[in-house]
């Protein structure tokens, strides 16, 4: 809750800098990716539009324009505005975030490692340690997944979301290895549970923990949340 409640803020206060200046280029990057997160894909086409008309030889306008087309269904053309973006700015975070997301929802998982461990050596940022969290799982290394959960962490101790990455791994793992299920398990809810008294309106967290629950058949614990 917490995320969205500050994403909502950051929306809102990209809104009023557009407002104030409608030529504005810097940051909308950023801007774009918290349209795509939120969901809002009739805003983001806007800015796509509004950005190309502006100025095609920034990253800013394709990283828009990217995670538009990406909402609209089509990731290979998606992948082929965030290259572009990546061939005009190639050590930037969000573009790197972008190609990223993108290369996960083609499910080119390796390709994604990459790009998040590319953007981690420029910014210690938790939304690239959840991307490259998430890849690590996707190619079976729990265990490289686990050293990034708990180095997210550390980086932001009091975050929930960071916590949740950590519990969400343990649960992968109790998947993966039967014969530690129970272990593995009990380390998820704990993890989830410390996440929950960071923040107990935490949207993802609270899904996650439900469905551990419902993995250990669970179901009266599922429905009370």
């Excluded at 800098?17 to 801007?31: F, K, N």
């Excluded at 050590?91 to 990459?114: D, M, W, Y």
């Excluded at 950590?166 to 410390?194: C, N, W």
């Amino acid at each position: 809750m917490a995320r969205q409640h500050e994403q909502t803020k950051a929306i809102a206060a990209f809104e009023e800098c557009r407002t104030a200046e409608p030529l504005l280029i810097d940051g909308m990057d950023v801007y774009a990716e918290a349209l795509h997160s939120s969901g809002n894909a009739h805003a983001l086409n806007r800015l796509a539009h509004d950005l190309m008309d502006i100025e095609q030889r920034r990253p800013e306008p394709w990283v828009a324009v990217a995670l538009h087309t990406l909402m609209g269904g089509d990731a290979e053309q998606a992948l082929v505005f965030a290259k572009k973006a990546a061939s005009i700015a190639p050590q930037s975070v969000p573009v790197l975030r972008t190609q990223g997301v993108v290369e996960t929802t083609l499910l080119n998982h390796e390709a994604a490692k990459g790009l998040y461990v590319r953007a981690l050596a420029v910014s210690k940022d938790l939304s690239v340690y959840e991307g490259l969290v998430q890849a690590y799982l996707e190619l079976g290394k729990p265990k490289e997944a686990l050293m990034m959960a708990r180095e997210a962490a550390q980086l932001v101790p009091r975050s929930a979301e960071a916590t949740t990455l950590i519990g969400q791994v343990y649960a992968v793992q109790a998947h993966m290895q039967p014969d530690r299920q129970a272990d593995y398990t009990e380390k998820a809810k704990r993890s989830f549970l410390k996440a929950l008294s960071l923040d107990r309106l935490a949207v993802g967290t609270v899904l996650a923990l439900a469905k551990l629950y419902e993995f250990t058949s669970a179901n009266d614990e599922a429905i009370k949340l």
